[in-house]
């Protein structure tokens, strides 16, 4: 094992040692220094584990909505990807995403 993998270890340990509860829960299980994936083809890196157990996550490059944020990811859907090039999405992929966000909520407004 790589000794950045096992700085990483430590720092996470360190970190999760002051969460409580579900989120401690889940962190122990979802590491936040791996990229996570789901059955549906998502690429996430895990931004924050929240106290319902929830965990707040960026979309990758690669994902399905580039550099979306993901603000409550039920964590049980996550799977360890540690594929080692999650990658942040570009400017113009972020913004690609939000149109399409943008677009499926005018569509879905009652007119
Ligand atoms: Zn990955």
């Known amino acids: ?24 829960d889940v962190a122990e299980k979802h590491v936040g220094y791996i990229c996570h994936r789901d059955e549906r083809g998502n690429h996430y890196w895990i ?17 399905i909505l580039p550099g979306l944020d993901a603000p409550a990811v039920i964590a049980s859907t996550l799977i360890d990807c540690d594929c080692g090039a999650w990658m942040p999405a570009s400017k113009e992929q972020a913004h690609a995403s939000r149109a399409i ?3 499926a909520m005018r569509s879905s407004m009652p007119s």
């Open 47 to 63: 931004q924050r584990y929240n106290d319902d157990g929830s965990v707040w996550c960026i979309h990758a490059r690669d994902s």
């Open 1 to 24: 094992m790589s000794s950045e993998r096992i700085d990483a270890q430590l720092a996470h340990a360190s970190f999760i040692a002051n969460l409580h509860g579900a989120a401690r």
């Open 101 to 103: 966000i943008a677009r």
